[in-house]
C-alpha cells in the first residue's frame, strides 16, 4: 500500500518568513495531492491540492509543487502570519484511498 | 451546515461496552472514508465505501469493528466491546470520484471516543 511519509515534524518560523514542508510517497500510481491543515480541537481542513499532471500550484501565499518522478511533493507558505499555526498533513490518493503523512506542528513567532 | 456532520461529537464509555456513531456525508458526495487519529498522529484510513458498498476494509480494524452506509447515504461505525485502546477521535469524510469535479476529501468534526 502507499506510504507517505511528512518531515519536519516541527517548524517553528518567524512572522513574515516563508514555511516549507516536505512529502514523499511510495506508490507511482497515486495521482492526487492534497494538505490540510488541522488547528487545535478542530476538523482536518483542505487548504490545496495537486494532481499529478500538474507540476505546480499556487493560491495566495500557499503553493504546492510535485516531482512525479522523485515522488516527493512540498507546501510552501510564504509571508507567514500568526494564524497560519497549526498542525499541516500531506497526503496521497491512490485510486480511492487517501494515505496520510503524520504531520508538521507549525508555530509562527510574533 | 451543508458539509459532514458526525454525532455525537464526544462519547465516553465503560471498556467492554458497545459504542455507534453517525457520519452525514456531504449530500452528493458517493465517497465516504471512515479515519482514526490519535494525538500527534496523521488520520489513519479505516475504511471507505463508494455508495453503499464497503470496499475496503483496513487491517488496524479488527472484528469488534463494523461499519455500514444501508442507502449510499449517512454512515455508521460500531465498535463492540471497546477497549482503552480504541479511544482516539473518529473521522469521517466525504469526497466525489469525479475528477473533474474535484476529489478533495472533507471531514467531519470528528467523534472523540473515551474508554474507561
Known amino acids: 500500500g502507499e506510504n507517505v511519509e511528512q518531515h519536519p515534524s516541527t517548524l517553528s518560523v518567524q512572522e513574515g518568513d516563508s514555511a516549507v514542508i516536505k512529502c514523499t510517497y511510495s506508490?507511482?500510481?497515486?495521482?492526487?495531492f492534497p494538505w490540510y491543515k488541522q488547528e487545535l480541537g478542530k476538523r482536518p481542513q483542505l487548504i490545496i491540492d495537486?494532481?499529478?499532471?500538474?507540476g505546480e500550484k499556487k493560491d495566495q501565499r500557499i503553493a504546492v509543487t510535485l516531482n512525479k518522478t522523485a515522488k516527493h511533493f512540498s507546501l510552501h507558505i510564504t509571508e507567514t502570519q500568526p494564524e497560519d499555526s497549526a498542525v499541516y498533513f500531506c497526503?496521497?490518493?491512490?485510486?480511492?484511498?487517501?494515505?496520510f503523512g503524520a504531520g508538521t506542528t507549525v508555530t509562527v513567532r510574533a | 451546515d451543508t458539509g459532514v456532520s458526525q454525532d455525537p461529537r464526544h462519547k465516553i464509555t465503560k471498556r467492554g461496552q458497545n459504542v455507534t456513531f453517525r457520519c452525514d456525508p456531504i449530500?452528493?458526495?458517493?465517497?465516504l472514508y471512515w479515519y482514526r487519529q490519535t494525538l500527534g498522529q496523521g488520520p489513519e484510513f479505516l475504511t471507505y465505501?463508494?455508495?453503499?458498498?464497503?470496499?475496503?476494509k483496513s487491517r488496524l480494524l479488527s472484528d469488534r469493528f463494523s461499519a455500514e452506509r444501508p442507502k449510499g447515504s449517512f454512515s455508521t461505525l460500531e465498535i463492540q466491546r471497546t477497549e482503552q485502546g480504541d479511544s482516539a477521535m473518529y473521522l469521517c469524510?466525504?469526497?466525489?470520484?469525479?475528477?473533474?469535479?474535484?476529489?478533495?476529501?472533507?471531514f467531519g468534526q470528528g467523534t472523540r471516543l473515551t474508554v474507561v
Open positions: 506508490d507511482s500510481a497515486s495521482n492526487y
Open positions: 469524510a466525504s469526497s466525489l470520484d469525479r475528477a473533474d469535479l474535484g476529489l478533495g476529501a472533507f
Open positions: 495537486i494532481r499529478s499532471n500538474v
Open positions: 465505501f463508494q455508495n453503499e458498498a464497503q470496499l475496503e
Open positions: 449530500s452528493e458526495h458517493n465517497r
Open positions: 497526503a496521497a490518493l491512490n485510486d480511492y484511498k487517501l494515505s
